[in-house]
Structures are given as structure tokens and as C-alpha cells.
């Protein structure tokens, strides 16, 4: 068994190890039914809102929101991080706002979001917006520090227009620190969102799970917990395992 | 000072005429010249000097990847301004070979770039390889070879184009003495068989004196040309000339031009 192999079974032994530790406190009442249902529980409920479509219209409600939350962080935090990269006197008055962006509970500022944009799904992709964008832009701006400056001389010697440069050695040359952005950007928006459904929405998973909390609706709500888990777990796996490639080809561990 | 003239212009193929490099700034810095220099077409012309002498300016004006701050600059009788004359292949210290793409594809980088057809780049790419001794890694990505070998990817990225003019930036800087020795020949195999001009920025004296037909010693910054020693060495040469009682000689002729300049880049006065 190679050691990578070793490792992928250990951590499922784990995972599973500590699944069946909660199915069996769970069975043997250990855990009380209102505290927490049985995994299997959970996994059961799940496939039956799925069967019956029930959990259909909140999941594509918040799949529209991160994915519309999603798309204009990559584009506007990448667009932003190449304007700040290119304006040191611009970047350089930003950097403390960038550096403490993070220390600011957004969510406050959610009625102003409604009263700009309406009681709609507005407000809550700005949220995501706002949460993932400074991820991108950041990453774009040190995905640019880090390309080489030779770089910019063998576009030259190519005879390179700017266009050129950026798609042939700039991006590519950036790409494995785009990458970390496009995962950040996606870990945000989903949170942002999710949060923002969970505690200011009327639709959405979020939502869903807060309304089940509420309505001591326990199988419900784990139900959705375990689907929004699945969902976090396996899109970040996915981009997990294509950066692992790409950096395999690149030579980084 | 005269110019380190070849003695005709006329079939000089690249002239530097009171080229000056003055990097502006609160405080300008002076790193270049006046200096004048013709390289025949076909030579081996090696630049040493003190760190920090403008040998790299000097490569990067002659290129036209900096424009000076005063003189000329001609390539095959047409001036170079603003970009790099079609003919010139450049070589940089630094590892510049694309770690996303194949050794292959990084060869091949100039040639799809120029629109050649694909038939000419696969015969040209693998000629290229071939002659830098990478067949075996023609689809190995950069990650996966030695300072060494990605070294000679971008060489034979450059040779691909089959630059007339080849100038190269301290290209073996980062390797020990044994790969220096070795990429050196391929060099000179290199020169001998494309004909091209080279001109090679180097700090190692003894890579300077085995490689060059002329060899042109830069003083301390400002840097301009305090001496231009000729080598005299045969065209088909490669490292075991370094056995050669007269290696030694020019070593210490470039040594006794250069050491004094160096102790002034240094601060201290020569003894």
C-alpha cells in the first residue's frame, strides 16, 4: 500500500470510526433523540426528501444564490486584485482594510442590504459577495507578487502583446495561487449564505434548517445539516483533488 | 575610451555606440557606460566585470528589453528600439522555463507563438531537444528536472527560434562547477553548429576564458570596457582547453584588468 493510499484509509477509518461512535450513542439512548437522531437516521430522512422533492426548491434556491455569489467574487475579486496590483500607491492604502476585512460582522449590515436591493435573494448574494471576494482578491494579488519577473522579460523577448502575456505566462504562471482563491471564494459564499438564510431568510437550506429548529422538526433539520455537510465536503474535495494534480504536474506537494 | 571595434561597422552584427544606462529615481543611479562595442557576426564574446557593473543592464539594452538613457543601439544595421529585434534569443540567469507546460511544450513555446506550422515545430522542437540531450524528458514538466536540465529547456527554447543573436544572462549562475564545465561545451557545440553570435554575461572568469573568442572586462559601476582580451582559441574547442598553458594566462590577464575595479565595487582601495 503506498503511503498516500495509508493516509486516504486512515482518515476513513476515522470519519467512519467516529460516525459509528455517534450511531452507536445515539442507539443506546447515550445521546438523547432530541439532542441529536442517529446518523442512519439522518441519512435516511435525507434520501426521502430527496425522493420526494421536498428538499428540492430550498437547495436550488441556495444553489442559485452561491453560485451567482460565487461567480461575481471570482470575476470582481480577480478584476480588483489585478487594478490593486497594478496601483502600489492604491494597494498600499488598501492593505489595512484587506488585512482586517475579516474582523467585520458583516451580517449587521444586512437591512441596508435590504433596503438597496429589496426583500429578495439580493441582499444575501451580496452578503456572499462580500465575504468571498476579498478571499479572490487577495489570492489573485499574491498569485501576481508571485510571478517571476523574468517572466515579464521572456513575454518580451517573445514579442508578446499585453494581452498576450496575461493568457500565455501570467495566469498560467498564477494559476496554482487562483486556484486557492476560486476554493476560498466558494468556502465563503457558501457560508456567507448559509449563515445569512440561517438568521435573515425566508428560503433557502438555511432557512430550512432554522425553520426545522424552531418547529423541533429534529429529523428534518439534521437531514439538512447532513446535505449542506455532503455538499461543503464534496465540492471542496473535488476542487481538492484537481488542485492536488495540478500541483502534482507543477512539482509542489 | 576608442570602441572595442572590430574595426569595420559595416559587417559588425550588433554595435553599441555611447550607450548609457541612468536609472532615474530621488537619487539617479549611473549604471552604464558611455560605452561603445561591435560584435562580428559568428563570435563568442563573454562580458565579466564587479557585481553590481551593469553587465545585466548591458544585456538588457542590447536586447531592447531597457532603452538607454543615451546612444545607440543597432542589430543588423537596423536600430533597436523598444522591443526586441526579431533574431535575438535571450537567456536569463533565473529559471524561466514554464512550470505548467512539458519540456516539449516549452520548446515549442516561441514556434506556436511565430504561427509556424505544426509539421516545422515538431521537426524543429525535436531537433532542439535532441540536440540538448532531453529526449528522454520531452514530457516531463520542469518540477521534475534538475537546475541543470530546465537550464537547457530554455536554451533550447531559445534555439528553436534559431536566434542569429543568442545572448545569454549568467545562464549557468545557480549550477555547480561540474554542470557549468559540461553546459559550457554544449554551448560551444551550440555556437559552432548554428553559427549564431553569442554574447554571454558571466561573473566566472575561467568560464569567460574558455568559452569566448573576445572576452570584454567591465569596470565598477559606471560600467564600461576596460579591457577586451582575445582569446585566440581554435573554433572547435570545448572544456579540456582549460590544460592549455595559455587558459592561464588570460584568466590572470582578466583577473589582473578586473581585480582592481572589483576591490572599488567593494569599497577598498586596490594594492
Known sequence: MTRARSIITTRLVLIAGAIGLVELLCRLGIIKPLTMIAPSQMAFELARMIASGEIAAPAAYTFMEVGTAFAISVVAGAALGALVHAQPRLRRALDPVLASWYAVPFFVF????????GLNALPLIAIGVIFAAPAMMLSTLTGLDRVPRVMRKVARVHRLSRV?????????????????????????????????EFILSGGGLGYGIAYAYESFENRKMYALMLFVLLIATGVNGALHVWDGRLARRRGRT | MRPLSIGDEQIAHATLRGVTRVYPGVTPVHALGPLDLDLA????????????????????????????TAGKISFEGKPVVGEVPDGIGVVFQEDASFPWLTVRDNVAFGLRRAGAEPAEIARRVAYAIGFMGLDDFAEAYPAQLSGGMRQRVCIARTLVLQPRLILL??????????????????????WRETGSTILLITHALDEAALLSDRVGVMSARPGRFIDLVSTGWERDRDSRIASDPGFGAITARLWAALRPESMKAMGRTAS
Not at chain 2, 551593469?54 to 539594452?61: E, I
Not at chain 2, 544572462?169 to 551550440?190: I, S, W
Open chain 2, 169 to 190: 544572462d549568467e545562464p549557468f549562475g545557480a549550477l555547480d562547477q561540474q554542470t557549468r564545465l559540461l553546459m559550457g561545451d554544449e554551448l560551444l557545440r551550440l
Open chain 1, 110 to 117: 444586512y437591512p441596508l442590504l435590504v433596503a438597496l436591493f
Open chain 1, 164 to 196: 498576450q502575456e496575461v493568457r500565455l505566462i501570467t495566469l498560467p504562471s498564477a494559476a496554482p495561487h487562483l486556484f486557492t482563491g476560486l476554493k476560498l471564494a466558494f468556502a465563503y459564499s457558501f457560508i456567507g449564505i448559509i449563515a445569512g
Open chain 2, 41 to 68: 557576426r559568428g563570435e563568442f564574446f563573454s562580458v565579466v566585470g564587479p557585481s553590481g557593473c551593469g553587465k545585466s543592464t548591458l544585456l538588457d539594452v542590447l536586447a531592447g528589453l531597457s532603452p538607454p
